[in-house]
């Protein structure tokens, strides 16, 4: 079992920046992938990167390539995600979720922990 824990939220302005943390329990976060997905009010949860168990594969979706970087640190049980130049699309909570597989899915049903997600919100 993994507990996963989202902080590093708030409220920043357009083309300002965030750094969102995931602390996992547990001595296997090192054997997960691990995603981060979105989800704004009305709208399906969404992709937005994830990072293989070792950190040395990492995939993005189109809509932050370019402006968000994914990282873990496996001595601290924690993954990242570097959001950059943010804007008013970007704004959702923000879910960190763990994987056992070696697909580094895109899609929600392949993980199988869930954070409570950290909410983003982004003033223009």
């Known amino acids: 079992q993994v507990q996963l824990v989202e902080s590093g939220g708030g409220l920043v302005q357009a083309g300002g920046s965030l750094r969102l943390s995931c602390a996992a329990s547990?001595?296997?976060?090192?054997?997960?992938?691990m995603g981060w997905f979105r989800q704004a009010p009305g709208r399906e949860r969404e992709f937005v990167a994830a990072?293989?168990?070792?950190?040395?594969?990492?995939n993005y979706a189109d809509s932050v390539k370019g402006r968000v970087t994914v990282s873990r640190d496996n001595a601290k049980n924690t993954v990242y995600l570097q959001m950059n130049s943010l804007n008013p699309r970007d704004e959702a909570v923000y879910y960190c979720?763990?994987?056992?597989?070696?697909?580094?899915?895109?899609?929600?049903?392949?993980?199988?922990?869930w954070g409570q997600g950290t909410q983003v919100t982004v003033t223009s």
């Open positions: 979720a763990a994987d056992r597989g070696s697909s580094m899915a895109e899609s929600t049903g392949p993980y199988d922990y």
């Open positions: 990072i293989s168990s070792s950190g040395m594969r990492k």
């Open positions: 547990g001595r296997t976060f090192s054997l997960y992938n």
